[in-house]
């Protein structure tokens, strides 16, 4: 380690991680509800645990969109 060959890096703690995950999340959520606007699918206000169920109701009849949204949410794509 004395002559050079190392170099220091940075090591992330568990909580810095979990904060990057919940920020992550919730800007994920918020482009598929503002992705889903461009279809004219509103989606209005919605709370955390209601977003899966609200967007999956909104993409149930357009299975184009069930296709790639549905596996971002954690759900199987489901084709009408």
Sequence with gaps: ????LFRPVHVTTERGSEI????TCKFLQSTIISALRKF?????????????ALVMGLIKECSHLAMTIAPLL????RAS
């Design 40 to 52: 004219g699918l509103k989606a209005g206000v919605v709370t955390r645990p209601q977003v899966e």
């Design 1 to 4: 380690m004395r002559v050079g």
């Design 20 to 23: 990057r995950m919940l920020l």
């Design 74 to 77: 954690g759900s199987p794509a």
